[in-house]
């Protein structure tokens, strides 16, 4: 997921890591999908290796210098392509980088978005279907409960992705205009100068939203 938020911000923007990193620690994403700030300038150098995005200048010397970067033709075309394969992955976990998928939206073409959504969940009820059918055989009276719970579990995160993608469906209007307005936050505002503060009492995105973006 790192490499998709790093390409979606500099498809805004040219900036440097620390401003994608304290994005990253605004949005509470760190946490939610276990982002480390050492993973954010590892993943720059892969992609500047890669020629998704290129080194256009240096601010700053010494220790404190910063790397400023841009991204690619080639670079936009793999964010697009990165999108659309996270749309159409499953839900794996808790936590699941897809959760923090939606903002990014405007990236890829709305019909597309929606061919992508609808043949995901044709997929997810069809192995809806083929759990419950195996369930049907697998399970009789002396079956052991630890295979019951089993497949309520299996069917019941099939349920939930199912209710997910299909909320996201219903939705996708209201999520690309969120998707517009942090787009609109990021380039206009600079993260970076945000001061270190307590996690706890660290400012969410939605109180910049007010601030910075109203009328």
Known sequence: ?????????????????????????????????????????YALAKLEKE???????EEGKGSKARKIYEITSKG????????RKELAAPIGEVGSDKFILYPLLTVTDEKEIQDILNN???QLQE?????????????????LEV????????LSSL???IQWHQA?????????????????LITTYDFSTLQPVDRDDITDLESLKKQILKP
């Open 127 to 143: 192995k809806k279907a083929d759990t419950e059918h195996w369930r049907n055989i697998k399970l009789n009276d002396s079956s």
């Open 1 to 41: 997921m790192i490499k998709v938020l790093i390409l979606y911000y500099l498809s805004l923007k040219s900036t440097h890591g620390y401003e994608i990193q304290k994005f990253i620690q605004i949005n509470h994403m760190d946490s939610w999908t276990k982002i480390q700030s050492g993973s954010i300038y």
């Open 159 to 161: 349920d939930y992705q």
């Open 76 to 83: 936009l075309e793999e964010l697009k392509v990165l999108v």
């Open 51 to 57: 020629g998704l995005i290129r080194l256009i200048r």
């Open 120 to 122: 995901h969940i044709a």
């Open 168 to 184: 996201l469906l219903s939705q996708l209007d209201q999520c690309t205009a969120n998707s517009r307005e942090i787009a609109k």
């Open 147 to 154: 295979e019951r719970i089993s497949f309520e579990m299996m």
